[in-house]
């Protein structure tokens, strides 16, 4: 008997070394991450970007992010330029729709119209539902009234896309810049990956 | 008593197959037999092995050749200055070490000699990057499966970016198209899709490497030739694997890539800025697998995939910055990873709107 404990006991000894070895080598990220917090600002991607157009979004209980001003790339911006009159007199004055390409498909338009979100008496701002002036370059406000989710995520960064890398600081798309306001839904299109698709085609 | 000490000095041999009374020297001759009767170590199990004459000089002969050669490519006067640099560099290439025990400078020669060796073939210049792990940074990764659509961006400019195998359709990233109310079920899932996307009644959830915090694929390597860096990436030396294919059987999510044949890449589509552990161009026979863009992230960029997602599914940042989007999404958001039972402990979660 005395010539079998040793080898048992030696046996039982390393099987548990082994076990405790194995346990102490799972590291759990989620440990790692409470354990050692740095500088947000250590590493910089600052060149990947086009800071003149930089806006800062301060909203409470977010960290701060930017996003790209707008008005400067918008097209036919200043509205008023065009708009040098009341609303109702310009439509009086011709029978075409100036922005016939606009095709609606926002939602119903018994919710909204045109003047929802655009000022019949300032073309060159926006406004909420209570009135309150937005500027375009805020715009985000405005779609934030009713998607107050995809708001909140995009504040947090969950929602949307960012731009240059992943360094702080956090620069984000706006919402306009990935949904047009008046069509918002991403359409259906052929995938993107070309060598796959020749391959089904042939 | 000179037997044992000289034994105890050899603690690295491994006493396999041998037998263990020869240690106790049971001869009775005296000591100068007994230490004849030592086992061939080291340099010796090449010196010291008995051997005819016909033999011995079959081995000459064949090394003879073989060193003459070498040496013949890589001193010879007659042949070009270019030939000469091309086996030099092929010589140091082959007896150069394992790039995670390499110091500094050593990257850097051997990212050098790379460099030159691809200018001497091709004509063209490259520039190859040996940038370590940024200090204070661990890298993570999250995927919105409420946002992709479907659309493929990402795989394609994996491919590019990472200049991947385009004959046999080498993709480090795969997207799912999966069933509404069947769950994640990747074995009813299709991978390889060709029709308009988003398809009416289905979600897509992609899958690539997951840079695991305890993974399994660099435990089964024999070599060591896949390990995970300070920053959370996991990488592999294609120069020190053998190919064995180890570490593809070992990773649960189907993560790694096989090399079957030389990879080819349209002259004009070869990304030229390359990392030694990212996008250089693989041989024949090696594995391969997402790196997170290394070089890429350890710039400061994001990871090609994420640049190139239009719906903005893909979330990458700095796991140890709580002011980083992906930390709030882990905070706030309803994150899963796969397979969390395993233990394997991915720094890749998935989570929906």
Known sequence: MKKFLIPVSLTILIFLINACGFSEKHTSVYNIIQEKTVD????????????????????????EFYIYERKEIIKNYKCSSCHKEDLDVMKAATSTFAHSDIKFFHTSLEVMTCVTCHTPDNMDVLHSTANKSIDFNRSYKLCGQCHQVQFKDWKGGAHGKRLGGWVAPRVSKTCVECHS??????KSKIPAYPAYLQQKRN | MEQKKSNKNKWFRLNLGSNSKSNNCECKSGLESCSNKQLNDGYNQKLNISMDRRTAFKKITASLLLGAGAISTSCSVISGDVNKEKSEIEWEEYFKGNYKLMTNDEKKETVNRLVRSYELKFEKKISMSSKNANEDVLFGYAFNISKCQGYMDCVNACVQENNQDRDSNMRY???????????????????SFGHEVPAKGH?????????????????????????????GIVVIDYDWCIGCRYCMAACPYDGRRFNWSEPKIPEDELNTE?????NRIRKKGVMEKCTFCIQRSRKGKNPACVEACPTGARKFG?????????????????????????????KFWYYMD
């Open chain 2, 173 to 191: 990233i795969r997207i799912h198209e999966m069933e509404d109310g069947r769950g994640l079920n990747f074995d009813k899932a299709d991978d």
């Open chain 2, 274 to 278: 390359q990392h030694y552990l990212g």
């Open chain 1, 181 to 186: 306001p008046h069509d918002p839904s991403f």
């Open chain 2, 318 to 346: 700095n796991l140890l910055d709580p002011e980083s989007d992906i930390r709030w999404i882990l905070e706030n958001k309803k994150v899963f990873r796969l397979k969390e039972d395993l233990g394997t402990e991915p």
């Open chain 1, 40 to 63: 947000s600002t250590l590493h910089s991607s600052w060149n990947l970007l086009q800071h003149d157009r930089l806006i800062k979004v301060t909203e409470d209980n977010y960290p």
């Open chain 2, 203 to 231: 979600f897509y959830m992609g899958t690539q490497c997951y840079h695991c915090e305890n993974p399994p694929c660099i435990e089964v390597c024999p070599v060591q030739a896949t390990w995970k860096e300070k920053d």
